[in-house]
Nanobody
């Protein structure tokens, strides 16, 4: 079955960096686009970034452009989110998502930006 497992979250100071990883299994990873979303408690989940199946195309939410970079390693079935210049408002649970026949989500990883 499809599994997405995020890791790499944690506590970081404003201006710091983190790299999130999402390890995928149970489907042909290299055939599907991958996405990162985030959710603040009490708010709707929001789109952060997307990467095409080959990794040749990316797009980002305006609020992360120039700070976050999505990438993937199809040999390792893993998608990454490099987060730089983190802000307090980046605090959220971050999820990876793919859509094959249906949407699949990971369990999420908490990112807390605090001084």
């Amino acid at each position: 079955q499809v599994q997405l497992v995020e890791s790499g979250g944690g506590l970081v100071q404003p201006g710091g960096s983190l790299r999130l990883s999402c390890a995928a299994s149970g489907f042909t990873f290299s055939r599907y686009a991958m996405n990162w979303y985030r959710q603040v408690s009490g708010k709707e989940r929001e789109f952060v970034a997307r990467i095409t199946s080959s990794g040749g195309g990316t797009n980002y939410a305006d609020f992360v452009k120039g700070r976050f970079t999505i990438s993937r390693d199809n040999a390792k079935n893993t998608v990454y989110l490099q987060m730089n210049s983190l802000k307090l408002e980046d605090t959220a649970v971050y999820y990876c998502k793919t859509r094959t026949v249906v949407d699949y989500w990971g369990q999420g990883t908490q990112v807390t930006v605090s001084s």
